[in-house]
C-alpha cells in the first residue's frame, strides 16, 4: 500500500468513527433532549400523526382529538376546559404537558407496554395507529357540584371515596381554558401561556395537589388529637388547662382563642371540647405535652411528608422534624411550620371515615383499548393503619360533634349526621387568612370524603373563617355524593 493511499484510508476511518460518534450521540444520548426542543417541529408534528386516546369521566369523554386539515393532523379538544383543567392538564402545541395527558402519556399515545399486542394487531393489519382511553374515577356531577360551589373564590376543592380512594372531584381556582394551549396557532399558543405563567393568581397551579403549600389551620387539630388518642394517655374526656392567654414555652410570645376568652367557663377543658369549639390554647398546650415526634409519627401516618401519584404528583405536606417547643406549640392549631394540600387533609378525614385505613389516592379506573378491550385496571390499595378501630370511633363521634353543635355547624345536612372540622390559618400580620374545612358524611356509613381550602380571606381579608366559607363548599360537595 502506498503513502497517499495509507494516509486516505486513514481519513476515510477517521471520518467514519466520527460520523459514527455523532450519530449514535444524536440518536442515543440526545434524543430525547431534541423530542423535547420547541423549536423540533418534526417531532411536533409526528407526535400529531397518531390519534390520542381521550379522557372519560362518567361515560363521556371530557378530552378528545378529532382530524385536523393542517400538518398536525388532529386537534385535541377539551369539553368544560375550566372546570377540567386541573385533571386533564394539556398536552400543548408550545410548552410541557400537564395532567393526565402528561402522567398517562404513554397509554394515551399508544405507546405503553401493555399496548404492544394491540400495536402489532395494528400493523398487521394496516390501521392507522390509534391511542388508548383513560378512563377516571371522577364523578362528573360531583366535578360540577365542586366547581360550582367554589365558583370565583381562589383554592380547591377535593372529594375522594374513602374505601377506595379514588378521587371523585378535583376542582382548583382560578382556572384556565385548555383549548387555549392546543390552538394549532403556535405564535398565539405562546402568547396565550406566557399570559397565563405572569398571572399572579397563578391559574396553572393544581392547588388541591400543589402550588404554594398553605397551613392547615384548626383541620389540624384533628392530627394532634389523632395522636393524643394514640399515645394511650389521654382520652376525648382528658382535661387540659383553660386561660385566656398562653404564653408560648421557652417565649415571650403569646396566644389567644380565637374567641378571646377561654375555651368555655371552666378552669379546663377536655379534649372533645377544645376540639368541637376550635379553640387554639388548649390545643397547642397538648402539642407541647405530646412533643413533636409523636406528632410528626401521626401525620405520617395519615401521609404527611410523602408524595402521592395519583397519577399526578403531588407536593408533600410537611411536619418538620426538630421543632422546639414553641414551634411545636404552633403545629397544635395547625400554624407555623405545618403545610398541607388539599389532598392530603382529605385523605386525613378519608382514613377516620375507612375505620382507621388511609387507601392511597387514585383517579384512573381502567385503560381501555381502540377496539373496546380493557388493556390495564388500577386495583385500590391500602396506604396504611392511621389509628385502631376502638380508638378511630372517638375521633368519629368528636368530628361528628364538630358539626352537630361546634364550629363546623355550617357543614350540616339535613338528616345525615356528618363528620367535620373547620380552619382559619393566618398567614402574616397584615395577609388575609387561608380557610379551610375538612370532613366526610355519612358518619355512620362513609362515601365521601371532602377537604376544601380557599385563599385569599375567600375576599373578606380577615374577616372569613373556615366554618363561614369553606364549610358550606364541603356540604354543596357531599350533597352532591349523597344524592346521586
Same mark, same amino acid.
Given at each position: 500500500?502506498?503513502?497517499?493511499?495509507?494516509?486516505?484510508?486513514?481519513?476515510?476511518?477517521?471520518?467514519?468513527?466520527a460520523l459514527f460518534a455523532s450519530t449514535t450521540w444524536i440518536q442515543g444520548i440526545q434524543s430525547a433532549d431534541l423530542a423535547d426542543y420547541p423549536r423540533n417541529t418534526r417531532a411536533l408534528y409526528d407526535s400529531y400523526e397518531?390519534?390520542?386516546?381521550?379522557?372519560?369521566?362518567?361515560?363521556?369523554?371530557?378530552?378528545?382529538?378529532?382530524?385536523?386539515?393542517?400538518?398536525?393532523?388532529?386537534?385535541?379538544?377539551?369539553?368544560?376546559?375550566?372546570?377540567?383543567?386541573?385533571?386533564?392538564?394539556?398536552?400543548?402545541?408550545?410548552?410541557?404537558?400537564?395532567?393526565?395527558?402528561?402522567?398517562?402519556?404513554?397509554?394515551?399515545?399508544?405507546?405503553?407496554?401493555?399496548?404492544?399486542?394491540?400495536?402489532?394487531?395494528q400493523i398487521l393489519t394496516g390501521q392507522p395507529p390509534r391511542g388508548s382511553n383513560v378512563v377516571l374515577s371522577l364523578d362528573a356531577d360531583v366535578q360540577r357540584a365542586a366547581y360550582e360551589a367554589l365558583g370565583d373564590l381562589?383554592?380547591?376543592?377535593?372529594?375522594?371515596?374513602?374505601?377506595?380512594?379514588?378521587?371523585?372531584?378535583?376542582?382548583?381556582?382560578?382556572?384556565?381554558?385548555?383549548? *387555549?394551549?392546543?390552538?394549532?396557532? +403556535?405564535?398565539? $399558543?405562546?402568547?396565550?401561556? &406566557? =399570559? #397565563?405563567?405572569?398571572?399572579?393568581?397563578? /391559574?396553572?397551579?393544581?392547588?388541591?395537589?400543589?402550588?404554594? *403549600?398553605?397551613?392547615?389551620?384548626? +383541620?389540624?387539630? $384533628?392530627?394532634?388529637?389523632? &395522636? =393524643? #388518642?394514640?399515645?394511650?394517655?389521654?382520652? /376525648?374526656?382528658?382535661?387540659?388547662?383553660?386561660?385566656?392567654?398562653?404564653?408560648?414555652?421557652?417565649?415571650?410570645?403569646?396566644?389567644?382563642?380565637?374567641?378571646?376568652?377561654?375555651?368555655?367557663?371552666?378552669?379546663?377543658?377536655?379534649?372533645?371540647?377544645?376540639?368541637?369549639?376550635?379553640?387554639?390554647?388548649?390545643?397547642?398546650?397538648?402539642?407541647?405535652?405530646?412533643?413533636?415526634?409523636?406528632?410528626?409519627?401521626?401525620?405520617?401516618?395519615?401521609?404527611?411528608?410523602?408524595?402521592?401519584?395519583?397519577?399526578?404528583?403531588?407536593?408533600?405536606?410537611?411536619?418538620?422534624?426538630?421543632?422546639?417547643?414553641?414551634?411545636?406549640?404552633?403545629?397544635?392549631?395547625?400554624?407555623?411550620?405545618?403545610?398541607?394540600?388539599?389532598?392530603?387533609?382529605?385523605?386525613?378525614?378519608?382514613?377516620?371515615?375507612?375505620?382507621?385505613?388511609?387507601?392511597?389516592?387514585?383517579?384512573?379506573?381502567?385503560?381501555?383499548?381502540?377496539?373496546?378491550?380493557?388493556?390495564?385496571?388500577?386495583?385500590?390499595?391500602?396506604?396504611?393503619?392511621?389509628?385502631?378501630?376502638?380508638?378511630?370511633?372517638?375521633?368519629?363521634?368528636?368530628?361528628?360533634?364538630?358539626?352537630?353543635?361546634?364550629?363546623?355547624?355550617?357543614?350540616?345536612?339535613?338528616?345525615?349526621?356528618?363528620?367535620?372540622?373547620?380552619?382559619?390559618?393566618?398567614?402574616?400580620?397584615?395577609?388575609?387568612?387561608?380557610?379551610?374545612?375538612?370532613?366526610?358524611?355519612?358518619?355512620?356509613?362513609?362515601?365521601?370524603?371532602?377537604?376544601?381550602?380557599?385563599?385569599?380571606?375567600?375576599?373578606?381579608?380577615?374577616?372569613?373563617?373556615?366554618?363561614?366559607?369553606?364549610?358550606?363548599?364541603?356540604?354543596?360537595?357531599?350533597?352532591?355524593?349523597?344524592?346521586?
Open positions: 500500500m502506498t503513502k497517499e493511499l495509507r494516509r486516505l484510508s486513514i481519513l476515510v476511518l477517521m471520518m467514519f468513527l397518531v390519534q390520542r386516546g381521550s379522557i372519560i369521566a362518567s361515560g363521556s369523554a371530557i378530552a378528545s382529538s378529532v382530524p385536523s386539515s393542517d400538518v398536525f393532523s388532529w386537534q385535541r379538544v377539551y369539553v368544560d376546559p375550566d372546570m377540567w383543567a386541573p385533571v386533564t392538564g394539556v398536552i400543548p402545541v408550545v410548552g410541557q404537558a400537564t395532567g393526565i395527558e402528561q402522567a398517562m402519556n404513554d397509554e394515551l399515545s399508544g405507546t405503553a407496554s401493555s399496548q404492544f399486542l394491540s400495536r402489532i394487531e381562589q383554592g380547591a376543592v377535593i372529594a375522594i371515596e374513602p374505601d377506595t380512594g379514588r378521587v371523585l372531584a378535583m376542582v382548583t381556582s382560578p382556572s384556565y381554558d385548555t383549548n *387555549l394551549l392546543v390552538s394549532h396557532d +403556535t405564535a398565539q $399558543v405562546e402568547t396565550d401561556y &406566557a =399570559a #397565563l405563567l405572569a398571572d399572579p393568581a397563578n /391559574p396553572l397551579y393544581n392547588r388541591a395537589i400543589a402550588g404554594d *403549600l398553605n397551613p392547615p389551620g384548626s +383541620t389540624f387539630k $384533628v392530627v394532634v388529637v389523632a &395522636a =393524643a #388518642l394514640a399515645s394511650g394517655q389521654y382520652t /376525648p374526656e382528658s382535661q387540659i388547662p383553660n386561660p385566656a392567654i398562653w404564653q408560648l414555652p421557652q417565649s415571650s410570645n403569646t396566644i389567644r382563642n380565637d374567641t378571646g376568652g377561654t375555651c368555655g367557663p371552666g378552669e379546663t377543658v377536655s379534649i372533645a371540647d377544645a376540639l368541637r369549639l376550635s379553640c387554639n390554647i388548649p390545643m397547642a398546650q397538648l402539642a407541647v405535652q405530646l412533643g413533636d415526634e409523636a406528632i410528626r409519627q401521626q401525620a405520617e401516618k395519615f401521609g404527611f411528608n410523602l408524595s402521592f401519584s395519583v397519577p399526578l404528583e403531588s407536593i408533600p405536606s410537611s411536619y418538620p422534624r426538630g421543632l422546639d417547643a414553641p414551634q411545636t406549640a404552633l403545629t397544635g392549631f395547625g400554624q407555623g411550620q405545618v403545610t398541607a394540600t388539599p389532598l392530603q387533609m382529605a385523605m386525613v378525614s378519608a382514613g377516620i371515615a375507612n375505620g382507621g385505613i388511609v387507601m392511597n389516592p387514585r383517579m384512573v379506573d381502567q385503560v381501555i383499548g381502540p377496539d373496546l378491550s380493557v388493556q390495564q385496571t388500577f386495583e385500590d390499595s391500602v396506604f396504611g393503619e392511621a389509628l385502631s378501630p376502638e380508638l378511630n370511633e372517638e375521633m368519629v363521634a368528636m368530628m361528628v360533634a364538630n358539626v352537630e353543635n361546634g364550629a363546623a355547624s355550617n357543614a350540616r345536612i339535613e338528616g345525615v349526621d356528618v363528620a367535620g372540622k373547620t380552619g382559619t390559618a393566618e398567614n402574616g400580620p397584615n395577609e388575609p387568612y387561608t380557610l379551610w374545612f375538612t370532613g366526610f358524611a355519612p358518619a355512620d356509613d362513609p362515601e365521601v370524603a371532602v377537604a376544601v381550602v380557599v385563599e385569599n380571606g375567600g375576599g373578606m381579608g380577615q374577616s372569613g373563617y373556615g366554618g363561614l366559607i369553606a364549610a358550606p363548599i364541603a356540604k354543596k360537595v357531599m350533597e352532591a355524593v349523597l344524592n346521586k
